[in-house]
Each structure stands twice: as structure tokens, then as C-alpha cells.
């Protein structure tokens, strides 16, 4: 059973348009993760939330986390084929150990 | 500095045999973790260390063993390879605890079990 669902899984967009990616649990965590993993490479995180309704922003990405801290968003403005890549959340249910989302796949074509 | 590295990047065995995976960091962190990544699952916690001497499972321990001798490196072993453990393997570092915390993974091991 997943904990932690995201949706969608696969997004393939135009450069230039935007695009929100979604983080779902029934549970509540303490904090939550975003990270971008490239081919061949180990995910790098972007960012962590940790207040419920906490927006962060960094350059074009901006994160929200639920009020119930049980969910989040990943909203992109005007992606780049730069953005491509795999996007994870992870939440923080106990200390340091982190459940992650299944991921999504994200292409921004020229 | 490194950061977290991993040997060897690519990897094909033979069911039945067995192999370690070697992570190591060199940034003096505590907590170190095994994950193996399998498309549409994301990332699941094999075993974690909490330091030298210390470690316990995760989400998907069975067939895989960890040792803890040193802060540095945290080794995972596959005693009996199956087709089933055919996966990228990730090891990842982890600085500060609770929602302070950030982890740093290494590139990764991929691994093919026929």
C-alpha cells in the first residue's frame, strides 16, 4: 500500500506552460520532501515543508503543503526543457525515515 | 568532499549468487540509509543506521543485510541473489534530524539478477 500517492504520474507539456504536480496520504506528516531525480543519477532535494498551508518558493517552482499537512503541490510556471525529470515527495513520519510517493515523470518539450 | 559514493554502478548476477554494494560518505553524518527504486514505486527504505554499530530495517529488508562498522561506510549485501532484487539501488546520507533534515543520495547502483 502506497502512503503516499501522487498524481499524475506521467505529464508531457510544452515549453512555456504551466503545470501542477500533486502529493496525497491519509496521514499526517511532520514534514514533507520534494526532490528532482535526473536519468542515471540519485534524487536531489528541492525543498521541505514543514508548517501546515507553508508556501515556498524557489525561482519558477512553488510548494505548498495542506493545512492538515497531509498533502502538497509542486506548481511550475512557464517549464523549461530544463525542468524534465522525475519528481518525488517523501514525508517525514518518524524522525530522519522518509516514505516516498511513487514519483512523477515530468517532459517539457521545445 | 564527495559526498555519497557508490560501488559499482552497474552490476549483473547470476540468481543464487551473492555481492555487496559499498556506500560510502565523507561528511561525518550519522544516519545513512539503503533504498532500491523500481518503476511505478518510487523509493523504499531497505535497512537505515542511526550510527556506527547501529542499524534496523526498513520497508523491504528480506534478502539483504547491512553492517555499520564505521561512520563512513554502510554496505549492503545480498546473500542469495533473486530475480526479484533486479532494482537501482540508492544509499543516501542524511544531515540534521526531524523536518531539519536533508539526505544525500548517492548515484546509485543498478542491478540485474538473471
Known amino acids: 500500500t502506497q502512503l503516499l500517492e501522487q498524481s499524475p504520474q506521467f505529464l508531457s507539456i510544452q515549453e512555456g506552460e504551466n503545470l501542477t504536480v500533486y502529493c496525497n496520504s491519509s496521514s499526517v506528516f511532520s514534514s514533507l520532501q520534494w526532490y528532482r531525480q535526473e536519468p542515471g543519477e540519485g534524487p536531489v532535494l528541492l525543498v521541505t515543508?514543514?508548517?501546515?498551508?507553508e508556501v515556498k518558493k524557489l525561482k519558477r517552482l512553488t510548494f505548498q503543503f495542506g493545512d492538515a499537512r497531509k498533502d502538497s503541490s509542486l506548481h511550475i510556471t512557464a517549464a523549461q526543457p530544463g525542468d524534465t525529470g522525475l519528481y518525488l515527495c517523501?514525508?517525514?513520519?518518524?524522525?530522519?525515515?522518509?516514505?516516498f510517493g511513487e514519483g512523477t515523470q515530468l517532459t517539457v518539450n521545445p | 568532499n564527495a559526498g555519497v559514493t557508490q560501488t559499482p554502478k552497474f552490476q549483473v548476477l547470476k540468481t543464487g549468487q551473492s555481492m555487496t554494494l559499498q556506500c560510502a560518505q565523507d561528511?561525518?553524518?550519522?544516519?545513512m540509509s539503503w533504498y532500491r527504486q523500481d518503476p511505478g514505486m518510487g523509493l523504499r527504505l531497505i535497512h537505515y543506521s542511526v550510527g556506527a554499530g547501529i542499524t534496523d530495517q526498513g520497508e523491504v529488508p528480506n534478502g539483504y543485510n547491512v553492517s555499520r562498522s564505521t561512520t563512513e561506510d554502510f554496505p549492503l549485501r545480498l546473500l542469495s541473489a533473486a530475480p526479484s532484487q533486479t532494482s537501482v539501488y540508492f544509499c543516501?546520507?542524511?544531515?540534521?534530524?526531524?523536518?531539519?533534515?536533508?539526505?544525500?543520495f548517492g548515484p546509485g547502483t543498478r542491478l540485474t539478477v538473471l
Open positions: 517523501a514525508g517525514d513520519t518518524s524522525g530522519s525515515r522518509l516514505t
Open positions: 543516501a546520507s542524511t544531515r540534521g534530524y526531524g523536518a531539519k533534515n536533508e539526505q544525500f
Open positions: 515543508v514543514v508548517t501546515g498551508g
Open positions: 561528511m561525518n553524518h550519522e544516519y
